[in-house]
């Protein structure tokens, strides 16, 4: 079992920026493939960033080069820099944890951060 806390979320105007936390504490941290995925009211999940244990990342398209995801391993900590944030970037952020050590598919999910954009 992989337990993930979600921080950081807020209200901001946009072009902005905010950085999310993710904990997850545990011993097998640095083993694991973690991801965030955001959620608008009324719309599907939509796949944000993803980085595998071996630091390996890749983006969705709406975020790519204004977001960037990381991983301090010693701290247990995933962490998501959101830069030049605009109104569609409003949504729920979840961080997700797999223990096959990818991000194509997450075993576990937070239960997200609130992330308000105003125009």
């Known amino acids: 079992q992989v337990h993930l806390l979600e921080s950081g979320g807020g209200l901001v105007q946009a072009g902005d920026s905010l950085r999310l936390s993710c904990v997850a504490p545990g011993r097998a941290f640095a083993t694991l493939g973690l991801a965030w995925s955001r959620q608008a009211p009324g719309k599907d999940r939509e796949f944000v960033a993803g980085i595998n244990r071996n630091e390996s990342t890749d983006y969705g398209d709406s975020v790519k080069g204004r977001f960037t995801i990381s991983r301090d391993n010693p701290k247990n900590m995933l962490y998501l820099q959101m830069d030049s944030l605009k109104p569609e970037d409003t949504a729920v952020y979840h961080c997700?944890?797999?223990?096959?050590?990818?991000?194509?598919?997450?075993?576990?999910w937070g239960e997200g951060t609130l992330v308000a954009v105003s125009s």
């Open positions: 997700g944890a797999s223990v096959r050590g990818t991000y194509g598919a997450m075993d576990y």
